[in-house]
């Protein structure tokens, strides 16, 4: 179900309007004044992006600075965790 606008010629204050058919009136009562002289206008619409788009438009100077803020830390190394990781295949008995 649409979401339309309108504005008012008289107070000039714009009203949403949520209407159950793609038709939409051609004017509507002014939630303000009361009037009926409304004109339906351009709403803006909104964009939601992934997560996926998002982190691939940040600006490339932010994985430097996450490199450099990780390049003291042994943590941040991928390799840490495996170095402490016991193989599965130890301690089973056969």
Same mark, same amino acid.
């Given at each position: 179900?649409?979401? +339309?606008? +309108? $504005? &008012?010629?008289? &107070?000039?204050?714009?009203? #949403?309007?949520?209407? $159950? #058919?793609?038709?939409?009136? @051609?004017?509507?009562? &002014?939630?303000? &004044?009361?009037?009926? @002289?409304? %004109?339906?206008?351009?709403?803006?619409?909104?964009l %939601?992006?992934?997560?996926?788009?998002?982190? #691939?438009?940040?600006?490339? $100077?932010?994985?430097?600075?996450?490199?450099?803020?990780?390049?003291?830390?042994? $943590?941040?190394?991928?390799? +840490?965790?495996?170095?402490?990781?016991?193989?599965?295949s130890?301690g089973?008995?056969?």
């Amino acid at each position: 179900m649409p979401i +339309y606008e +309108y $504005r &008012c010629d008289g &107070c000039n204050l714009k009203s #949403s309007v949520l209407w $159950r #058919s793609y038709t939409p009136p @051609d004017a509507i009562e &002014c939630k303000g &004044c009361g009037g009926g @002289d409304t %004109h339906r206008v351009i709403s803006s619409v909104a964009l %939601h992006k992934t997560m996926g788009t998002k982190l #691939s438009e940040l600006d490339s $100077r932010y994985d430097k600075m996450l490199d450099a803020a990780d390049a003291g830390n042994p $943590r941040a190394d991928p390799n +840490y965790y495996l170095s402490k990781a016991t193989p599965l295949s130890e301690g089973v008995p056969d």
